[in-house]
């Protein structure tokens, strides 16, 4: 499966984003999909995931109350809607893929995600 990551941009302390992962290919049902992000000389660290089926979530602490993530397997597209955001959050944002069966753990760690999109720039300003 193919990942395209968009919706990133500039936008002040307190505002939103909402980014948009398309998957191009088959069995996009079939995985698992996850939200990770990319600070300049930091590494990359897991932001939220979502079932197969949208039915299960989970997100970093420091994003839990502020950032949603949901998807659509019709038009094969994850979302993640990012409200109040803060300087911290500024990063390159990736999506990914984890080819898992349905009951499978919502995984938070980099080796499990198979696919990986190009990732979209935020850049939150203060």
């Known amino acids: 499966v193919q990942l395209q990551a968009s919706g990133g941009g500039l936008v002040q302390a307190g505002g939103s984003l909402r980014l948009s992962c398309a998957a191009s290919g088959p069995s996009f049902s079939r995985y698992h999909m996850g939200w990770f992000r990319q600070a300049p000389g930091k590494e990359r660290e897991f932001v939220a995931a979502?079932?197969?089926?949208?039915?299960?979530?989970t997100y970093e602490d420091s994003v839990k109350g502020r950032f949603t993530i949901s998807r659509d397997n019709d038009k094969k597209t994850v979302y993640l809607q990012m409200n109040s955001l803060k300087p911290e959050d500024a990063a390159t944002y990736y999506c990914a893929a984890d080819w898992a069966i349905s009951r499978a753990p919502l995984e938070n760690t980099t080796s499990q995600y198979v696919y990986w999109g190009q990732g979209t720039l935020v850049t939150v300003s203060s």
């Open positions: 979502i079932s197969r089926s949208g039915g299960r979530t």
